[in-house]
C-alpha cells in the first residue's frame, strides 16, 4: 500500500510547461543561439543550475536582467491545473495519506502561486522547495527528505514527475514513479516511469494502477 504521494510543481500540478517552454526559448534565442533546444535542456533544473550551467563567466553579467524577467514573467502567468488534478488531490484527501509538493521552485515563486490560488498550501502536509535540498534533481535528495519527513521508506512513496530530471531524481530515490506526459511524449520517458499518464482525467485507471502497488 503507497503511504506517500509526492509531486512536483510545473507539468504536474500545473499546466505551465509550454509558458515556461516560450520564456526560456526566447532567453536561449538571444543568448545561447548555438543551442536550438536550449528550453528542452534546463527543463527540471533549479535557477543556480541553469546559471551555473549556461550563464557563468562572460555571460554571468546577464544573470541579473533573466532573474528580472523570470519575477516578472511569474508574476502574471496563470497557474492552470493540469486537467483533472482537483479531483485526484480530493480523492488523496479521503484516503489519509501523507502527501507533498516536492519542487525546484524557490519561495518567490511559490509566493505567487499562493496569490493566485488562495489555500493551494492545505492541498499538501508538506511543501519542499529549493531552498530545502543541498542537491536539486536529479539528485533523490529532495524525494528522500520528503519521505524522512513522514518517517516513511521510499518503498512506501510514489512521485508524480514530467521532465527527465524529475523522474531520474524518484528513479534515484527507489520509489515508485508516475510520469506525467506533459512536457515529454510517452515514448520519451516509458523507461523512467512504472506508469504514465498524460493527465489527471481517467482517475479509474489511475487510482486502480495505484492500488496495485
Not at 73 to 93: I, N, Q, T
Request: hydrophobic fraction near 40%; aromatic fraction near 14%.
Amino acid at each position: 500500500m503507497i503511504k506517500g504521494y509526492f509531486f512536483d510543481l510545473d507539468g504536474v500540478v500545473f499546466n505551465t510547461e509550454p509558458l515556461y517552454t516560450r520564456y526560456w526559448s526566447q532567453v536561449g534565442e538571444r543568448l545561447q543561439p548555438q543551442i536550438p533546444d536550449f528550453a528542452l535542456r534546463i527543463k527540471g533544473q533549479t535557477l543556480p543550475q541553469i546559471f551555473d550551467a549556461y550563464f557563468s563567466g562572460a555571460l554571468a553579467g546577464e544573470q541579473e536582467s533573466i532573474v528580472r524577467g523570470l519575477d516578472d514573467f511569474e508574476a502574471h502567468m496563470d497557474f492552470e491545473y493540469v486537467p483533472g488534478f482537483l479531483d485526484f488531490a480530493s480523492w488523496l484527501k479521503g484516503q489519509h495519506v501523507a502527501t507533498a509538493l516536492v519542487t525546484s521552485s524557490n519561495h518567490k515563486k511559490m509566493e505567487n502561486v499562493y496569490r493566485c490560488h488562495p489555500g493551494f498550501q492545505e492541498m499538501f502536509e508538506e511543501i519542499l522547495t529549493a531552498e530545502d535540498f543541498a542537491a536539486s534533481k536529479p539528485s533523490p535528495d529532495c524525494y528522500l527528505k520528503a519521505a524522512k519527513r513522514f518517517g516513511l521508506s521510499p518503498d512506501d512513496c510514489v512521485g508524480f514527475e514530467d521532465s527527465f530530471n524529475g523522474l531520474k531524481s524518484l528513479k534515484a530515490a527507489h520509489m515508485k514513479v508516475v510520469g506525467l506526459a506533459t512536457t515529454n511524449s510517452p515514448e520519451s520517458i516509458s523507461a523512467l516511469a512504472d506508469f504514465i499518464i498524460k493527465d489527471y482525467t481517467n482517475l479509474d485507471v489511475l487510482i486502480s494502477r495505484l492500488r496495485q502497488w
